[in-house]
């Protein structure tokens, strides 16, 4: 396997709108919509992070699709400088906290939060 092997991911959600102003928020950036592809018939919503191809690191999508999100699903890490600031903010922008950040010496430290699709994704920062 290739090192840094992850090369896309999605986020399932149930209320577009909503998990746009958490994401958002939380990393403060702007989502964009992404065309679904031809193959994929009618009611399939995008919304891209801010990506660039020419730089290590993985780029993907909030993605509203019937059957998603399910139970289970994959946990997603986002870089960060202090995983306590977008921690503060997912809470205030109607997310939860599941673990607060804590050490993974010597890798760094990480934080879980719920965002307000019922996600679970990851926070990751070296301090």
């Known amino acids: 396997m290739k090192p ?3 090369v896309w991911f999605e986020i399932y959600v149930q209320d577009m709108e909503r998990a746009r102003r958490f994401y958002e928020t939380v990393f403060q950036c702007t989502l964009q919509p992404l065309a679904a592809p031809a193959e994929l018939d009618g009611g399939l919503q995008m919304l891209s992070f801010p990506g660039d191809m020419s730089t290590m690191g993985a780029s ?3 993605v509203k699709m019937e059957g998603a999100p399910s139970d289970g699903g994959t946990l997603v890490y986002f870089a960060c400088d202090d995983c306590a600031v977008e921690q503060g903010r997912a ?3 109607g997310g939860q906290v599941s673990k607060p950040k804590f050490s993974i010496a010597p890798h760094g430290h990480i934080a879980l939060v ?5 996600n ?4 990751h920062s070296m301090q």
């Open 60 to 62: 993907g999508a909030l």
């Open 91 to 93: 809470e205030a922008a």
């Open 114 to 118: 719920i965002d307000t699709e019922g």
């Open 4 to 6: 840094n092997p992850v």
């Open 120 to 123: 679970c994704i990851g926070l």
